[in-house]
């Protein structure tokens, strides 16, 4: 173990919420600065417009084109309940990233289709992902991050969590 790192085996639930914690204080901090580059740049669809979970759905939508890909869908793959997930996808809509259309076999099914301006923000988001993924990993081992995964999905079954 490296010196100065504090090993605290006594309260999982503690340890999670300084972990979201300085997750939440990443991505503000990033935020604020992405935002400061675009309003230097004056460009309206500059990286600091798409944050956190915006990024994982456009994602989520671009490898799934093709398919049919419904607000359910986003609600179990990202574990929102469904008045969060229905803000959410409204919230994509009006920034024009989105677009809900029926589709035939079922009228009261809207399923969800990227813009041609979310998919022009497709190698920024990987970009901003990978950075991201890359901060995450590092000093850590891949048998750390495989036991590290592997615990995690431990923790959401023993918390009833259906994504896992």
């Given at each position: 173990m490296?010196?100065?790192?504090?090993?605290?085996t006594g309260n999982i639930g503690t340890e999670l919420r300084e972990l979201n914690i300085s997750l939440l204080r990443y991505?503000?901090?990033?935020?604020?600065?992405?935002?400061?580059?675009?309003?230097?740049?004056d460009n309206q669809d500059h990286p600091g417009k798409l944050h956190g979970l915006q990024i994982w759905v456009i994602d989520y939508l671009i490898k799934h084109q093709g398919e049919d890909v419904f607000q359910r869908d986003l609600e179990k793959e990202f574990v929102m309940r469904r008045p969060t997930a229905t803000t959410f996808i409204k919230k994509l809509e009006q920034g024009g990233l989105i677009r809900r259309e029926t589709v035939a076999y079922d009228a009261r099914?809207?399923?969800?289709?990227?813009?041609?301006?979310?998919?022009?923000m497709q190698e920024m988001m990987m970009e901003r992902k990978k950075t991201f993924e890359t901060v995450l990993r590092a000093d850590l081992s891949e048998d750390e991050i495989r036991q590290f995964v592997a615990t995690i999905q431990k923790i959401k079954r023993n918390l009833g969590g259906e994504h896992v």
């Open positions: 490296d010196e100065g790192v504090k090993m605290n991505v503000a901090k990033n935020k604020a600065k992405d935002k400061a580059d675009c309003d230097a740049n099914l809207k399923k969800l289709i990227l813009t041609d301006k979310a998919l022009g």
